[in-house]
């Protein structure tokens, strides 16, 4: 199957994970797009999907799905969303879509977070995909410099990329992330930093896995 094929597996098999009546947090991708078409075909059993960037809720509108702010909830009972990277204990990174802190804010409303993924997604350790790092404009190099100082890690700014929130991406390379949640917790903390593409407090409840044989589920 190819990678597109594996996407659409995923995204249709995530609407089994919608509970009726729910309204559900929705990320941001070409794996999510995938579970948005399909979840246009339940769209009367939901009453409305809370989105984590321009993107999706565009496209959720267009499929006729209503979409409500953050603010409106006072939680959900699952956020679907994929990753650039996910490790056996349901750490991920994300953000190479540039929607990290929407996201994350957006998952932190769920009680349970799926992650839908193609197995080239599934690491033994994180790091190989470079870490997005979310900063505030003027503290981009301060960032990039402790970034290297403290971690040994490349860092450079995602060319032509603003965020939603106007703000700038950073691409950390070179990183072996072998304790996600002591380094999310540390660099949240750094001045400047909106967001750390790291979601180890926010990690998946759930993976779904296209696989050549079909769809794996993990729990973590």
Known sequence: MTQDELKTLVGQAAVQHVPAGAIVGVGTGSTVNKFIDALAAIKDQIRGAVSSSVASTERLKALGIPVLEA??????????????????????????????????????????????????????????????????????VQVARRLKAQYGGDATL????????????????????????????????????????????????????????????LTF
């Open 71 to 140: 603010s409106e909830v006072e939680s959900l009972p699952v956020y679907i969303d994929g990753a650039d990277e996910i490790d056996a204990a349901g750490n991920m990174i994300k953000g190479g879509g540039a929607a990290l802190t929407r996201e994350k804010i957006v998952a932190d409303l769920a009680e349970r977070f799926i992650c839908i993924a193609d197995e080239s997604k599934l690491v033994e350790v994180m790091g190989n995909f470079p870490l997005p790092v979310e900063v505030i404009p003027m503290a981009a």
């Open 158 to 217: 995602r060319a032509g990329c603003v965020t939603d929130n106007g703000c700038h991406i950073l691409d950390v390379r070179g990183l072996k992330i072998t304790d996600p949640a002591a380094m999310e917790a540390d660099v949240s903390q750094w001045p400047g930093v909106v967001t750390v593409g790291i979601f180890a407090r926010n990690k998946a409840s759930v993976c779904l896995l296209g696989t050549s044989e079909g769809v794996r589920t």
